[in-house]
Nanobody
Framework: QVHLAESGGGLVQAGGSLRLSCTVSARTVSTYTMGWFRQAPGKEREFVAAINWNGGITYYEDSVKGRFTVSRDNAKGPLYLQMNSLKPEDTAVYYC???????????????????WGQGTQVTVSS
């Protein structure tokens, strides 16, 4: 059983920063493709960022490029999302996701991920 748990969400003013973390309880987590998604009230869950198994390839949704950075510590396990220059439109519940598929490139598509965390709320005030 693979369990994901996000942390680091909170309330921040526009222009501020937050770092989200995602711990993964799996012995082979270093081979997983990992991603971050978010869901705002009344909207569908959407892709934010993804990273391949060794951290060598990352993808970002256009609106977060240059502001967000996804990274992973394969030695210790956590996945991170550093969020800078936050905007009110970044307000959402943020989810980390994992896929066991060992692929060169990470996935942008929600349906390709098998395991999901419970989410952490990020609120950006104007």
């Amino acid at each position: 059983q693979v369990h994901l748990a996000e942390s680091g969400g909170g309330l921040v003013q526009a222009g501020g920063s937050l770092r989200l973390s995602c711990t993964v309880s799996a012995r082979t987590v270093s081979t997983y493709t990992m991603g971050w998604f978010r869901q705002a009230p009344g909207k569908e869950r959407e892709f934010v960022a993804a990273i391949n198994w060794n951290g060598g390839i990352t993808y970002y949704e256009d609106s977060v490029k240059g502001r967000f950075t996804v990274s992973r510590d394969n030695a210790k396990g956590p996945l991170y999302l550093q969020m800078n220059s936050l905007k009110p439109e970044d307000t959402a519940v943020y989810y980390c996701a994992a896929s066991r598929a060992l692929t060169r490139e990470p996935y942008r598509e929600l349906e390709r991920y098998t395991y999901w965390g419970q989410g952490t709320q990020v609120t950006v005030s104007s």
